[in-house]
């Protein structure tokens, strides 16, 4: 139990942390969000509209009375779940907004990690197995050297190849003329659009699944109890499942929870350079255009989300690992 | 938190793989010492194959300006040209010339890389080995906290925020801001190895003999762990160039200087795939790609010191 | 038939990037059904290797070079994997050296047991459970642990579950590398008569590898030497007690006498075994041999048949079987003419009225473990009371667990005790130890310092020995530079590591263990203490080191008068090096006095029970219990 | 050197049944749509509410809408003539007393007020917008000509509907009811679809049936949508307009970059050397203008005359002797480099230019980092510049840090917009006037500071001043500023982009017929289309 509760403590603390950070990056920044929008709005090329810069401010609302007491209106504003409005899409609630793009994101980024993860922790735990064999060069070689493109490089390729050129698939956004809903139209549409981006992020998520997987599997390899599993006379399958890949797994499962946090940041690029309409082009557009309001809100979604992610994985830790529970740390 | 990076905690025992000696001649005695960590290294095939790779960037980089027929920011020729004698893969948009541009381009990266991996790798080693010497007490928990927050913080938005924010955009601000976001995973890994050193009987020895706890924390501990240094110093190193091309990517690069990343900025700004410059698009991600690679590839070779199971491949 | 024949079997290392070795080289034995053989060598000798070529599990970069393996008529040197899964387990099954942990953490024991038992047998569902308690019962744990994780069981109880497990469908040969190592010795002691009670109730063979040549005699029918990836001697294990043949099995009986002894008096083999790239010409053992002759270093010898006995030596085949020059050899001897290190009583006599250096009164420690909102308890030390006089070796003896080692860091000043307190009677009179904090602390380890246990983790890898020998130095008498070098030369030389200049400018890596544990000592020796608490510094150091290792503390004591207080758990070497012994067991101290006195006539049941559990030639005549 | 070929040719009689053009927000709001024209980001500006009137900003005219006229009965008192026969989308009749309204719903909700009818900010502010009869009256505190655009372009709402909403900022307008030409088909979350309105007023000149918003392509995106006709119309940046796009088919893509104003470098007229007169200008004759247009827009435009206003189109205002080809200064370092000479910046150590006291002259030039075609300019610039032996820095940064240091005149150069809007106090003259510094808290135009009570005046005077020739006389004023006294260089026409496509539509803008700039009045556009054969 204490294991459980201390895990649990430290859930509490590191999110008031990231509560309290996420209210301060943006806010210790200079800036003017009105005067950006009005400039966006015309152009560059263009002169400041002051009535509309004046206008806009009186819009948006300036923040007022002092960090202090902004703190204490912000914790008390987060306490009854009230985000604020988003500057970019005003007067609608950020809410709403992150409600838009949130599903999008989640179908996308997720299943991508999902089967990234699973694909890749196979091919890592397989190349371990077969440790030296033409299979485990190519998957090792192969993988690092496609790990290391840059994601956005991996889209534009894409984009080029797939879109442009043979114009196999659409250029942008998530769907087009259909309604969205549960109609063979619009699911048509969605996975046509969801393609690219998701290939552009399934080509260099797994790698580091397959590294991280066949390093650890390749350690365990050496314990004796996988000697002694081979001395027993069980069959290899079971040896390599039921005892070098559910050890080795353990470390990936919570590799894979703080990877969450990173996920969008790499939706980020991805999105943008397709045009997808989820989280990640919204955090995108919220930096671009000083949606504070916005940004806090994605910020603190995304800690949080990695938060909860990472408590699930030390709790399935526990459970995964029965040396854990009893640990103190 | 339990929870653990890829980085194996298990320290590098040196000691115990050693066979012990005969009473012995110095010549029986070197055939016991443990590998030098650049032998163990050029053992691996990927590893050399990294290193060379790697050299060869960083005398690109050095030479920079003896090999670059022209100077990259030069925007005197004709715009949009093809390979030539004169611009070998062609001109840009602005009319500098791409072959030159690629050239000075790996300098950034690997300033980027050296020293951002650097920051990255000090900033873990002070926090990680404070923190796990200290283990238990509440300085421990107060780095472990920052630690974890600090790795829990999407990296990415928050690299945008303070490069976005901050008013000029130089080298050593995009370092920092890399290097301030991505040590939190080295300095946990860091914290655990130290904390299965600390208990080992020599530290506890170096006590007895009367050392002081910041001379056992940096030259008694360290020098045991330059394994694990080294290899998430190139980890950070190779993060570092990745992330300083995303950020390029993204329009919040250094544009004082050519870099892989600002030139795939520029390229895709500038439409470079419609008007069929492709040499200009996928040659910086192509070298970058390459570059990384080979930096991972000198890691295998690293994780050879860290871990001897890998060693036997 | 034998069930299992080795002939000219041998196991050759060849790794990428160091110099292949012959790990095993031409070993040819036999074993027949039922029969138990004991496997004796020190460490480095190829017992494991011997065994992985067994069992057909030798890894990379290891193979079989030569040789074939029959079992049970069978030639299995070269079967695929494939062929040999039926057999395995079925025929051989095994107990690992590191058996500790060869149990997979993450799954349930019974689950383990479920695995092997379903592939193997009919048996499925309750019938494997059942199946599993009666094991367990057999092996002497709790069934109720069946469900448990192996992290759950304590050390021994893992030993005994491999046991079981190495029992489950009743194997015509089991393999036992080293099963008790690490282990208490009385937990040792038990699972040792455990095996022997199942392998003569169930008939099954057995190969018994260990390199405590004390522990494999009272349980083996014959006992095969082994020396540098040979086998140097066979011999029924009841003759070879009585007459040795090789010298190397006579130094390794050396290394035990009877502690009851008035008189203690064991020998030791000096050196270390070759190293197995560049053996020399000649027999392997002839550098460390007091009975060498000139044909030694040039002709390799074989195994000759002496009696019912084979033995790779030509003293002795020349002794025993005469021959051109065995006129030269004299009679065949018992004993190991190496150095020896002698104890009297009349030592201890004298020691015991020096000045008291050290008292401990009345000392407790409780350790508080927090665990959520509830405190967990452990009395580690209870009501200890003893004083240490200069010049007195005190022998601290329990088994694992007992309180020693918290008693140790108390009286060094690592930790404080709950109650009672410990004072040192020193230059500046009587001091409350647990009152030294900061510089007085350090001052006060002027006076005390410590040997550690494992001499392989107490020296820092990444150090020479120069650099870990001139902090103390500089750190309490301010000495640096070359009066520095010059005092490390000098330590060097008083721990007999000569000559010091090649020494001074290596790793500890370099070293063996036991000239480990003399930097240890040496560095100890440096801060010129007046009390030296030496925490189990043999218990990990091969036999033939260990003798090495007391007789250098016994000498320290007599030359510079310091207090030793010795902490084991093994009473033979208390006995040997100390003139007092305290026992210790659950944190008090249950018997006390003159070493002799105390193991002469044991008042305790628990001394007894220490006494017992010594791994000795001579238990096997005594009656056990 | 602009695209001549025509994207007129004659129509036919019938209707075109879509155009696509790009969305005008981003797609990502899914459903979060709001047509409310006073929110932050309206699905559409365009379409569905109108102004009152539009003005040309290429040639000044200005064209009736909602209103049929106007007239400046004083300076200080402005009345419009409002269309009758106008319907809103619900059919209800649209009067003066709508547009009341909403200028006085501004004056409730400042959030609102986009024109600053109700505050000082162009000229002074209103007293009272009355509707009188089909008169529609601004009565203002004083002199106000220069609110005069701002207040034509404010769309016109419905009082109705837009009567008991509250705060008009905050609420989300779902049914939008306007008078414009087209109305809510459908919208997706993605997809706007927009139709003709048969009742609208005009409806006979509207040709098109239905428009499809959708989706904000980048550049690239752009480019290919548009050879692929899923785009009929784009006014963002493509680059290299004319061999990416036009040459690919060159019978139906077309493009056409009005002037629409000036970039000019601008140096700080605050620091030593730019305060010395003579130094501007020989910065001005270091600019190489021809390469500047070629490197930051492929050549698609003109590059600019020194007085400041765009050539030839406003040739008129120029007072003797100015013309529009003299008023282009030719890029000529030999004489860049004797002024220099003659006003005592001589070379010195490493060729490098001193100031007069034989101190280093160093020069820090503010590049807006990421706007490719100012570091294009940046670029050029400091080349030449570097061959007149001045030490040049470019020192680029991010847009908004540019804005700052504009903010607190912490620079030495940059290359700034000047605007070139019709009505000139607002245009040139905030460029030069004195009260137009920025200050900390807002961008204003005068970025270089430039002061001069002469042109402080003639500002002054132009923005009371309603009578043509009068406004000519002062504009002469500023224009002979900028070539005697430097203030800043113009480098360039920034463009007013209209890349189109000819196989649906024809009768877009052209350079031979200029009626409507292609960026800001797609409405007006909209008028003219008609089919293509
Ligand atoms: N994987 C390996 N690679 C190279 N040499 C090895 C390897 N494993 C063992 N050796 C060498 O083979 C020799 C015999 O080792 P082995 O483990 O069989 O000894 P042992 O008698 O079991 O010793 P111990 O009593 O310490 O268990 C040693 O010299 C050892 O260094
Ligand atoms: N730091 C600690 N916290 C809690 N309990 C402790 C601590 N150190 C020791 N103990 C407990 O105190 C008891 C005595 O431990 P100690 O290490 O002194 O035994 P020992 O006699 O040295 O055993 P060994 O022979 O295994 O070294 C044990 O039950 C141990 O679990
Ligand atoms: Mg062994
Ligand atoms: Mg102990
Ligand atoms: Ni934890």
Redesign the interface.
């Known amino acids: 139990m204490k294991y459980f509760l201390r895990k649990i403590g430290?859930f509490l603390?590191?999110l008031w942390?990231?509560v309290t950070?996420n209210f301060l990056?943006?806010r210790l920044?200079?800036?003017d969000p009105a005067e950006l929008m009005v400039q966006k709005l015309a152009g560059k090329n263009a002169q400041l509209n002051l009535a509309q810069v004046r206008a806009m401010r009186a819009m948006l609302g300036t923040p007022h009375g002092s960090l202090w007491s902004q703190y204490w209106e912000y914790l008390g504003h987060l306490a009854h779940g009230d985000f604020g409005l988003s500057y970019t899409y005003f007067p609608y609630k950020v809410t709403d907004v992150i409600g838009q793009g949130l599903w999008w994101t989640l179908v996308l980024v997720a299943c991508t990690q999902i089967l990234s993860f699973v694909v890749g922790v196979i091919l890592g735990a397989y190349a371990a197995w077969r440790?030296?064999s033409r299979f485990d060069s190519i998957v090792t070689?192969g993988s690092?050297?496609v790990?290391?493109?840059?994601p956005?490089?991996i889209a534009?390729?894409l984009?080029?190849v797939f879109a442009?050129s043979l114009g196999w698939f659409p250029t942008s956004g998530g769907y087009s003329s259909s309604t969205p809903g549960w109609n063979l139209a619009f699911i048509d549409e969605a996975v046509s659009h969801a393609f690219l981006p998701a290939v552009a992020l399934m080509i260099v998520t797994p790698i580091g699944w397959i590294?991280?997987m066949r390093?650890?599997m390749?350690?365990n390899?050496?314990e004796d109890y996988i000697r002694l599993a081979k001395a027993k006379g069980l069959p290899d399958r079971t040896v390599a499942l039921r005892y070098a890949a559910r050890n080795a797994l353990l470390?990936?499962v919570?590799?894979f929870?703080?990877a969450l946090?990173?996920l969008?940041?790499?939706a980020?690029?991805v999105e943008?350079a397709f045009d997808y309409p989820g989280l990640g082009r919204l955090?995108?557009e919220a930096?671009?255009n000083k949606d504070y309001p916005l940004?806090q809100t994605?910020?603190l979604l995304?800690?949080t989300g990695?938060?909860i992610a990472?408590l699930i994985?030390?709790l399935l830790?526990g459970v995964l690992d029965p040396r854990?529970r009893r640990?103190e740390? | 938190?339990?929870?653990?990076?890829?980085t194996?905690p298990?320290a590098p025992d040196?000691?115990?793989n050693?066979?012990?000696?005969?009473?012995?001649t110095?010549k029986?005695?070197s055939?016991?010492?443990?590998?030098a960590w650049y032998?163990?290294i050029w053992?691996s095939k990927?590893a050399r194959v990294g290193v060379i790779t790697v050299g060869i960037f960083i005398l690109i980089a050095v030479f920079a300006p003896l090999i670059a027929p022209h100077d990259p920011?030069?925007?005197?020729f004709a715009?949009?040209m093809g390979p030539s004698g004169t611009n070998w893969l062609g001109t840009t948009?602005?009319?500098q010339d791409v072959a030159s541009q690629l050239i000075f381009g790996t300098r950034v990266s690997l300033i980027v890389g050296l020293f951002g991996g650097l920051l990255a790798t000090g900033i873990a080693l002070i926090i990680g080995m404070i923190s796990g010497y200290a283990e238990g007490t509440w300085l421990d928990d107060v780095l472990t906290?920052v630690t974890?927050?600090a790795?829990?913080?999407?990296?990415?938005?928050?690299i945008?925020?303070?490069v976005?924010?901050?008013?000029?955009?130089g080298v050593t601000l995009i370092i920092f801001v890399i290097a301030i976001t991505s040590w939190a995973g080295a300095a946990r890994a860091k914290r655990a190895q130290i904390i299965t050193l600390r208990n080992?009987?020599?530290v506890?020895?170096?006590?007895?003999?009367?050392?002081g706890t910041l001379r056992i924390v940096f030259r008694?501990i360290m020098?045991?762990m330059?394994s694990l240094v080294a290899a998430s110093f190139v980890g950070a190193a190779?993060g570092a160039i990745?992330a300083e091309?995303?950020l390029a990517?993204?329009?919040l690069g250094?544009?004082?200087q050519v870099s892989w990343g600002t030139m795939?900025y520029?390229s895709?700004?500038?439409?470079a795939?419609?008007?069929g410059l492709f040499i200009w698009?996928?040659a910086p991600?192509l070298l970058?790609?390459i570059l990384?690679?080979a930096m991972?590839?000198v890691n295998f070779g690293v994780?050879l010191l860290s871990?001897p199971?890998?060693?036997?491949? | 038939m034998p069930l299992l024949d080795m002939q000219n079997l041998s196991v050759r290392y060849e790794?990428?990037?160091?110099?292949p070795l012959t790990a095993v080289q031409d070993v040819s034995f036999s074993i027949r059904d039922g029969e138990f053989v004991g496997l004796i060598g020190e460490?480095?000798s190829g017992k494991t290797t011997l065994g992985m070529a067994l069992l057909r599990l030798l890894e990379?970069?290891g193979r079989i070079s030569d040789g074939k393996i029959l079992f049970n008529g069978t030639d299995i040197t070269h079967l695929a994997q494939d062929e040999l899964r039926p057999t395995r387990w079925r025929d051989v099954s095994t107990v690992f050296q590191s058996s500790m942990n060869s149990l997979n953490p993450v799954t349930r024991v019974e689950a383990q047991f479920r695995d092997v038992i379903e592939y193997h047998t009919k048996l499925r569902g309750e019938a494997v459970t059942r199946r599993v308690r009666e094991l367990f019962e057999m092996v002497i744990i709790d069934p109720k642990f069946v469900n448990a994780y192996p992290h759950e069981l304590s050390g021994g109880m893992k030993q005994r579950v491999n046991l079981a497990m190495a029992l489950a469908i009743e194997p015509r040969f089991v393999l036992l590398d080293e099963p008790t190592t690490g282990l208490d010795v009385v937990v040792q002691h038990e699972i040792l008569e455990n095996v022997r009670r199942l392998q003569r109730e169930q008939g099954f063979a057995v190969l018994f590898i260990s390199h405590d040549i004390g522990t494999v005699l009272s349980l083996s029918d014959r006992m095969l030497v082994m020396y540098a990836g040979r086998i140097v001697e066979e011999q029924r294990a009841d003759s070879i007690l009585r007459d040795p043949v090789h010298p190397y099995s006579k130094g390794l009986l050396g290394s035990y006498g009877d502690p009851r002894a008035e008189t203690v008096q064991i020998t030791y083999v000096?050196?270390?075994?070759?190293?197995l790239?560049?053996r020399p010409v000649g027999c392997n053992f002839a550098?460390r041999c007091p009975e060498r002759i000139d044909r030694c270093v040039t002709d390799d010898p074989p195994l000759f048949r002496i009696g019912s006995a084979r033995a790779a030596c030509h003293v002795a085949a020349l002794q025993r079987l005469g021959g051109h020059g065995a006129e030269e050899v004299g009679e065949p001897t018992r004993t190991f003419a190496g150095p020896q290190f002698v104890k009297t009583s009349e030592e201890s006599k004298a020691a015991l009225r020096g000045e008291v250096l050290l008292s401990v009164e009345n000392v407790s420690k409780v350790f508080e473990r927090r665990r959520g909102l509830k405190v967990h308890r452990v009395q580690a030390v209870q009501d200890v009371s003893f004083e240490l006089r200069r010049g007195e070796v005190a022998a601290l003896v329990g088994q694992s667990g007992s309180g020693k080692s918290t008693l140790a860091s108390m009286i060094?000043g690592?930790d404080t005790p709950t109650a009672g307190r410990i004072v040192f009677h020193g230059d500046g009179g009587a001091q409350e130890v647990a009152a030294f904090r900061g510089r007085h602390l350090?001052d006060y380890?002027?006076h005390v310092?410590?040997v550690?246990?494992?001499p392989?983790?107490?020296?820092?890898?990444?150090?020479t020995l120069g650099y870990?020998l001139s902090?103390?130095l500089a750190?309490?008498h301010g000495i640096k530079g070359k009066a520095a070098r010059e005092r490390v030369l000098e330590l060097l030389e008083t721990v007999a590591l000569n000559p010091p200049e090649?020494y001074i400018n290596?790793?500890?890596?370099?070293?063996?263990?036991?000239?480990r544990q003399r930097v240890?000592i040496a560095?100890?020796l440096?801060?010129q203490p007046e009390l030296i608490v030496a925490d189990e510094p043999v218990s990990s150091l091969d036999v033939s080191i260990r003798a090495e290792i007391l007789e250098l503390l016994n000498k320290l004591v007599h030359d510079s008068n310091v207090g030793i207080l010795y902490i084991t758990h093994d009473l033979l070497s208390a006995r040997m090096l100390s003139d007092e012994v305290i026992v210790l067991n659950h944190g008090r101290v249950v018997e006390s006095g003159p070493s002799l006195e105390v193991i002469r006539n044991p008042k305790d049941a628990y001394t007894r029970r220490l006494l017992e559990a010594i791994p000795s030639p001579d238990t096997r005549s005594a009656p056990t219990k | 050197a602009k695209d001549t070929s025509s994207g007129g040719g004659s129509g036919g009689g019938g209707m075109i049944p879509q155009l696509n053009l790009p969305a005008e927000v981003d797609a990502s709001v899914g459903s979060l749509v709001n047509y409310n024209p006073y929110s932050a980001k309206p699905a559409t500006q365009t379409w569905l509410y109108e102004p009152l009137m539009m003005q040309n900003s290429l040639d000044c005219k200005v064209a009736p809408w909602l209103a049929t006229s106007y007239s400046w009965e004083s300076a200080d008192k402005l009345v419009f003539t409002i269309r009758k026969g106008v319907k809103f989308a619900d059919g209800s009749a649209f009067s003066a007393k709508d547009v009341a309204f909403t200028f006085n719903l501004a004056k409730k909700y400042p959030a609102m007020d986009l024109a600053g009818v109700w505050n000082d900010t162009f000229g002074a502010h209103a007293t009272s917008v009355t509707a009188q009869g089909d008169k529609v009256v601004f009565q203002f505190s004083g002199p106000a000509a220069p609110k005069f655009p701002w207040i034509i372009g404010q769309k016109i709402l419905s009082a109705k509907h837009y009567g008991n909403v509250g705060d008009p900022t905050k609420y989300i307008d779902k049914k939008p009811n306007g008078t414009g030409p087209f109305k809510v088909g459908s919208f997706n979350g993605r997809q706007l679809v927009l139709v003709r309105r048969s009742d609208y007023w005009q409806a006979s000149k509207v040709k098109v049936s239905k428009l499809v918003l959708e989706g904000q392509p980048d550049?690239?995106q752009a480019?290919?949508q548009l050879r692929t006709g899923k785009l009929d119309f784009y006014s963002g940046e493509?680059?290299?307009p004319r061999?990416?796009f036009v040459a690919s088919n060159p019978k139906i893509n077309h493009v056409w970059y009005a002037p629409n104003g000036v970039t000019a470098l601008a140096p700080n007229l605050k620091k030593a050397p730019f305060n010395d007169v003579k130094f501007r200008e020989a910065m001005a004759y270091a600019i190489n203008k021809q390469d500047a247009t070629?490197?930051a827009t492929?050549n698609m435009m003109h590059v600019a005359s020194q007085s400041g206003l765009v050539m030839p189109l406003r040739e008129s205002m120029l007072p003797t002797p100015y013309t529009a080809e003299n008023t282009v200064l030719p890029f000529d370092l030999t004489k860049a480099g004797q002024l220099l000479d003659e006003a005592g910046y001589k070379k010195g150590a490493g060729g490098l230019r001193t100031n007069k006291d034989g101190s280093p002259l160093t020069i820090k030039f503010a590049?807006q980092?990421?706007w490719?075609d100012y570091?294009?300019m940046a670029?050029?610039i400091t080349?030449s510049f570097k061959k007149l032996g001045l030490n040049v820095k470019?020192?680029?940064?991010?847009p908004?840090?540019v804005d700052?240091q504009k903010k607190t005149g912490n620079f030495d150069m940059m290359v700034n917009f000047v605007g070139s809007g019709c009505d000139y106090a607002n245009g040139l003259g905030a460029t030069l006037a004195s009260d137009q510094f920025p200050t900390k808290s807002e961008v204003k135009g005068n970025v270089e500071r430039f002061s001069d009570p002469a042109v402080n005046q003639a500002v002054k005077t132009l923005q009371s001043s309603t009578d043509p020739a009068a406004v000519k006389t002062q504009v002469g004023v500023l224009a002979k500023a900028m070539m005697t006294q430097y203030p800043v260089m113009p480098i360039l026409y920034a463009p007013a982009r209209g890349i189109y496509r000819t196989d649906k539509a024809v009768g877009w803008p052209t350079e031979k017929d200029p009626y409507a700039n292609p960026q800001d009045a797609i409405l007006l556009i909209m008028t003219h289309l008609r089919p293509a054969k």
């Open positions: 430290f603390l590191t942390a990231v950070l990056i943006p920044q200079p800036g440790r030296n070689l690092t050297f790990g290391t493109l840059q956005f490089w534009l390729l984009l080029y442009y590294l991280g390093n650890t390749i350690m390899l050496g470390p990936s919570t590799g929870a703080l946090g990173g969008l940041g790499g980020i690029l943008t955090m995108g930096v671009a940004l994605l910020m995304t800690t990695v938060l990472n994985a030390d830790y854990a640990a740390r | 938190m339990t929870t653990s990076g890829f194996p298990g040196q000691a115990k050693i066979e012990v000696d005969p009473e012995g110095a029986e005695a055939a016991e010492r443990p590998e032998s163990v053992s990927k920011t030069d925007s005197s715009p949009l948009t602005n009319g906290f974890n927050v790795l829990v913080i999407p990296v990415l938005p928050l945008i925020t303070l976005a924010y901050s008013s000029t955009r080992r009987d020599f506890t020895a170096a006590k007895f003999s009367g050392e008694e020098p045991n330059t190779t990745g091309a995303g990517v993204l329009g250094d544009n004082n795939l520029q895709n700004a500038q439409g795939i419609a008007q698009v996928f991600g970058l790609a990384i690679t991972c590839f994780d871990n199971h890998l060693r036997e491949d | 790794p990428k990037r160091s110099q460490s480095g990379r970069p000096p050196g270390r075994p070759p190293d790239s560049q550098p060094t690592v350090r380890r002027s310092q410590m550690f246990q494992d392989y983790s107490s020296l820092n890898p990444a150090k870990v902090r103390p750190n309490y090649r290596r790793f500890a890596y370099e070293l063996s263990g036991g000239q240890v560095r100890a440096a801060v | 550049a690239t480019l290919l493509i680059p290299n061999k990416a070629l490197k492929y590049v980092a990421g490719i570091e294009a670029d050029s080349a470019e020192i680029k940064s991010p908004d840090s700052l």
